[in-house]
C-alpha cells in the first residue's frame, strides 16, 4: 500500500513562511509527478504547483514568485516552500502523487494526501 503523509501547516500571520512536506511511503517503482493543491472554505480544490518528474515545474498564477516546489528524490519528498503568505492563501493543502507501484504487475496510482491546513490570519 501506497500513502503520502503531510506536514507543516499551521497558523502563520501575513507575509510569512510557511514550508510543507509531503513523503510517499509503501511500494513505489517510481514517482512520475508529485504536486500541491488546495481547498479554499466553500471552493473547489485547486492546482497549486506541480513538479514532473525531469525537473519541470507547473505554478498557478495566483502563487507565481512567491511559493517554491521542490523534490528530493532519495527520500520520495515533495515540499511546498511558501513566502510572502497572504490571507487568501488559506486552505487545506493536499498533497498529490503520481506512481507507479510495484506488484505482482506494476501499477500507475494517482494518491492523495490527508491534507494540511494552513491559516493565515494576523
Known amino acids: 500500500q501506497v500513502q503520502l503523509v503531510e506536514s507543516g501547516g499551521g497558523l502563520v500571520p501575513p507575509g510569512g513562511s510557511l514550508r510543507l512536506s509531503c513523503a510517499a511511503s509503501g511500494s513505489i517503482v517510481s514517482i512520475n509527478v508529485m504536486g500541491w493543491y488546495r481547498q479554499a472554505p466553500g471552493k473547489e480544490r485547486e492546482l497549486v504547483a506541480v513538479l514532473i518528474s525531469g525537473g519541470r515545474t507547473n505554478y498557478a498564477d495566483s502563487v507565481k514568485g512567491r511559493f517554491t516546489i521542490s523534490r528530493d528524490n532519495a527520500k520520495n519528498t515533495v515540499y511546498l516552500q511558501m513566502n510572502s503568505l497572504k490571507p487568501e492563501d488559506t486552505a487545506v493543502y493536499y498533497c498529490?502523487?503520481?506512481?507507479?507501484?510495484?506488484?505482482?504487475?506494476?501499477?500507475?496510482?494517482?494518491?492523495w494526501g490527508q491534507g494540511t491546513l494552513v491559516t493565515v490570519s494576523s
Open positions: 498529490n502523487a503520481n506512481l507507479l507501484q510495484a506488484g505482482e504487475r506494476n501499477r500507475y496510482l494517482d494518491v
